[in-house]
């Protein structure tokens, strides 16, 4: 029988072992250390200069019917001065605004409205606000309304805190400078109209270059909205196709989120056979890792959950105006695909649409704005989706695999990668066929003649992509965009 104190000599003796070993394989040590191993992935060690960790953050959600009424009460929290809310002329006529402005009246405090964003916003419009902004003092922020409102009110907060900076001071690299601002944003409350961006919890905000005929982002952590309120009455009078891009939107989040390259790409490296891709260069400081890290356990759980709820509600959503149940699920979707991918990323359905709202200048919606030709974001971010997971289905079949059957998609284990490929885009042409959306770039304005110059504006921005399942190039990116060209 061992005694206490050879147990405790045993045990010392072991822990010995496990300090002084250097072996990474205990069947093949040789050292006198014995047959024990660990793993060091600290410092300047073994791992070197690449990234294994990932962090999560979210800005506090609060998810309610009728909640808008308590932002007078957060912003009065807040502690500040003057409050700007910015919406765009039509959100200025609905529920959502008169929420939030009679709240912020009622418990008299001081704000001023900005009326005037722009959907789709630009450079220039985004600077407008931004002025505005500056101008009336505004300490604060509340954004009501769709993407466009809650991005150009981010720009608008982080360059209230960073006024020695200008707008494309902080813009992606190769079209700004991609500084890092000295200074968080400004308080920030997004009250969402829609049910798509996720804009209410992301890192990012979009703004397209009409003179590089490409759209690009403002990415920084200090982004984030401080709360996001998410009311399912805000919803109801949401416009036909603005449910369905929007839905589109939530859609691609959540796909390219699930399959991006793994936050730490061993999982990826070994089952792929690629060669060194794991995340690099790992950075000296942890408040120095990026917004976008590659697809993670906890982005995972989210991204999930949105794929299941858009595949028993999007359509509902879509088919009854008034079934507020299903309205309500796609915002949750909405805001629950932003927490996923605001951490993990995006990919190709992305960074392949900025040229396509960017160049597109024919394609008018009935329900945007019937004076003046615009692509939706979410139109042109499913335009490509087919030809997209087409392409990267076979960088990890599994993964595709798993994000098919959130969807509803049955797919056996043993499946072959073409298999899955065409299961998976089957899902998103069902939804395309049955809500009668634009068949393609074609439908959109574009021809054959159009996709070099397409490619050679995305190519541009794909180096803010880097996390995509596969690698790709301007002659890559031309042909997902002609076989785009047609999708159903």
């Avoid at 402005?101 to 606000?129: C, G, H, Y």
């Avoid at 829609?194 to 403002?218: F, H, Q, W, Y």
Wanted: proline share 5%; glycine share 6%.
């Amino acid at each position: 029988m061992t005694s206490a104190y050879q147990k405790g000599v045993l045990a010392r003796d072991l822990l010995t072992r496990f300090a002084r070993s250097k072996q990474c394989c205990p069947h093949h040590a040789t050292s006198n250390s014995g047959p024990v191993c660990v793993a060091r992935p600290v410092g300047n060690s073994s791992m070197g200069s690449k990234d294994y960790a990932f962090e999560f953050a979210s800005a506090t959600l609060r998810y309610g019917r009728g909640v808008t009424a308590e932002v007078g009460y957060d912003v009065k929290n807040l502690g500040v001065k003057h409050t700007l809310i910015l919406t765009d002329s039509n959100v200025a006529k609905t529920r959502a605004f008169k929420e939030v402005a009679d709240s912020l009246t009622r418990l008299k405090l001081q704000f001023s409205v900005f009326d005037n964003v722009m959907i789709e916003p630009t450079a220039t419009s985004m600077a407008e606000a931004i002025d505005f902004a500056r101008k009336v003092g505004a300490d604060s922020f509340v954004a009501v309304g769709g993407g466009s409102a809650m991005d150009t009110a981010k720009a608008a907060a982080l360059l209230g805190s960073n006024r020695e900076f200008e707008l494309l001071d902080f813009v992606n690299a190769p079209f700004g400078r991609q500084l890092n601002p000295l200074n968080p944003m400004l308080p920030l409350i997004a009250v969402p109209t829609t049910a798509g961006t996720g804009a209410e919890m992301t890192t990012a905000a979009v703004l397209d270059l009409p003179e590089r005929k490409c759209k690009s982002t403002i990415r920084h952590r200090s982004l984030r909205p401080l709360l996001a309120i998410i009311d399912p009455l805000n919803v109801m009078s949401m416009p036909r196709n603005v449910a369905i891009y929007s839905g589109f939107d939530v859609l691609c989040h959540a796909l390219e989120s699930y399959t991006l390259k793994q936050f730490d790409m061993v999982t990826l490296s070994l089952k792929a056979g690629l060669k060194s891709i794991q995340r690099s260069p790992k950075p000296s400081k942890p408040d120095q890792r990026p917004a976008y890290q590659g697809a993670n356990p906890v982005s995972d759980v989210w991204v999930r959950e949105a794929l299941q709820i858009i595949s028993k509600y999007f359509r509902r959503s879509v088919n009854d105006p008034d079934d507020e149940e299903a309205r309500a699920e796609m915002m949750k979707a909405a805001s629950f695909a932003g927490m996923g991918f605001s951490n993990a990323g995006v990919h190709l359905c992305h960074a392949l649409c900025y040229p396509i709202s960017s160049i597109g200048k024919s394609f008018v919606d009935r329900d945007y704005n019937k004076d003046k030709p615009l692509i939706p974001h979410g139109l042109a971010v499913v335009t490509t989706a087919v030809a997209d997971f087409l392409f990267t289905t076979d960088a990890n079949p599994q993964r595709h695999a798993e994000a098919a059957r959130c969807l509803g998609a049955e797919i056996p284990v043993s499946a072959s990668s073409d298999y899955i490929a065409q299961t998976l885009t089957n899902e998103i042409r069902g939804y395309m066929s049955d809500f009668g959306v634009p068949n393609g770039l074609s439908a959109l304005g574009f021809d054959r003649s159009d996709v070099d110059k397409l490619a050679e504006s995305a190519n541009g921005s794909m180096k803010a992509y880097s996390l995509a399942p596969k690698e790709t190039d301007q002659d890559t990116i031309a042909g997902l965009y002609e076989q785009s060209l047609t999708v159903y």
